[in-house]
């Protein structure tokens, strides 16, 4: 059936071609009669081309071979709402969709085919990946508030091309968040370099760092450009500061101060435009009191500072790690896992993870070499984990229970700490002495004849 | 040579990505000598490569195919003709023979436009060397 130009189209036409749902139509032998605008952009498939052809080769649902929701409505004669699909566009996209069919029928009441229409979802998938709360910079991903907060000065941070002093325990993503610096600042096009300085002797870091002139020491045969003079306008990210030497210290002090450096054995100082990122697991302020780490080289390396929090402050991000973790080995081992099982979340989420995110993406790593695909469950996680479950079989199903869970193993942890001092733990709970003791005999924690005050039976 | 082809009943399964049985033509010359079905899980492409692998198979004729089981096949060196649709007979028996399938293209991927891939039969030439 031909469309003329000249024929008014009539009112249902008219309101088929403005909403936003594709419908289309087939007969008997689920040939395509009519498609309207919206099933045209949805497909990709221009009306011309789908009118007459096999509705499947037209509209490449993941339902189309087992679970046709139109075969059922023909079959039945009744309307079928919403079921989720996916299809694939001519742009090889899957479209998550969601669809609704019906019988279509005459004036008479015959059945004459059926009727789909159907929803782009796209918008909503990508508002509710929105709603998750998850904020994203670089190779960085998390939900935390403590993390957000850093997120909302990275761009700034990056721009201003000041040293940056990056805190945070071990496998906690400081060279991720150095190389977020690097990429979102104006040096992204310059090299990046990563120095564990913990990891190299004295000389050997310098030698790396500032390079060295043929003759400087026996095996120097020729002339060797360091780190420095390598990274030109680019970025150097000293890892591990704070365990390097007082001499090295020197050395790095007189390159932030002057911008410039001295290859050793050379007389001549070289210039240097290169921006420092430090990072170190220890408490650089601590140390400069106790004076393993210098004052003057603390202040130039702290104009900005950022604390990585370990993964036990930020608990809340596990779930999107292990998925973000599980993309990524499925995209480089060419696997198809599909998540974690409810058992084996629940085991990774009580774990403490001192070994922070790197212990996390491991304990994902070893899941794959178990797990090719489907879910990872509990026989899949490495069995450190799973003793400690068996050790510690508590199974806290509601928050109530964990809240008292929690409440009572801070409590006895204060008490010990103050040597059973009843003032002294009350004060490091930040409650009252009253409280306290409510609470102890809520809980029916049973003290020891010690107290604190007295230190005597 | 191995020929793969997604099917449905007798025709070529409309969509990759939710396909669950394979018929595998082992062709000499241009002549099919062996037909064998194979059944695997929809979705779990890494499985599917694997079963490709093991069964020799050079070349997969499919019908909708999405970006991901694209890249993957492209990465494991499998050549794909997807966006074919028809009666898998008639389609295995006109490829064999060198001859071209743009008769068997989906619609929406027509000669002038593409789905977007390499192994696009709009943008190749349709005839098999």
Partial sequence: MKESG????????????????????????????????????????????????????VFRSNMCEGDCALKRTMKEGKSFVSSSAYIINNRQKRIPISVSTSPLKNEKGEVLGGVETFRDHSLVEELRRELTGSYQIEDMI??????????????????????VLIEGETGTGKELMASAVHNLSFRKDEPFFAVNCGALPDTLLESELFGYKAGAFTSADKDKPGIFAASGRGTVFLDEIGDTSAAFQVRLLRVLEEKEFQPLGSVEKVKTEARIIAATNRDLEEMVQSGEFRRDLFYRI???????????????????????????????????????????????????????????????????VLCPEGELGLPHLPAYLLEKRIAKPRHHSSIGEL??????????????????????????????????????????????????????? | MKIAITVWGNRISPVFDSAQTLLVAEVRETEVINRQIELFQAGVFSRFIELLAELEVQVLICGALSDEPAAMLAANEIEVIPFVTGKAEAVLSLYVRGMDLADFTM??????????????????????K
């Fill in chain 1, 302 to 368: 702290n104009i900005i500072r950022f604390k990585l929090p370990c993964l036990k402050e930020r608990m809340e991000d596990i779930p999107l790690l292990i998925e973000r973790f599980i993309k990524k080995m499925n995209r480089f081992k060419g696997r198809s896992v599909s998540g974690v099982s409810k058992d084996a979340m629940a085991v990774l989420l009580s774990h403490d993870y001192p070994g922070n995110i790197r212990e996390l993406e491991n304990i994902i790593e070893h899941g794959f």
């Fill in chain 1, 6 to 57: 000249a024929t008014p189209k009539s009112e249902n036409e008219i309101i088929l071609e403005s909403i936003s749902d594709g419908v289309f139509t087939v007969d008997h032998n689920w040939r395509i009669m009519t498609f309207n605008r919206a099933a045209e952009e949805i497909t990709g498939t221009k009306r011309e081309e789908a009118v007459g052809r096999y509705c499947w080769e």
């Fill in chain 1, 142 to 163: 998390s939900r935390s508030k403590a993390m957000k907060k850093i997120f909302n000065i990275l761009y700034q941070v990056a721009e201003s091309d000041s040293t």
């Fill in chain 1, 403 to 457: 809240v008292r869970v929690t409440e009572e193993e801070k409590i006895s942890e204060a008490l010990k700490n103050n040597k059973y001092n009843r003032s002294a733990a009350a004060k490091e709970l930040g409650i009252h002495k009253s409280t306290l003791f409510r609470k102890l005999k809520k809980y029916n924690i049973s003290l020891p004849g010690v107290d604190g005050r007295s230190g005597h039976v």
């Fill in chain 2, 107 to 128: 619609p929406g991927c027509p000669r002038n436009r593409c789905c977007g891939t390499n192994h696009c039969p709009a943008r190749e030439n349709r005839t098999r």
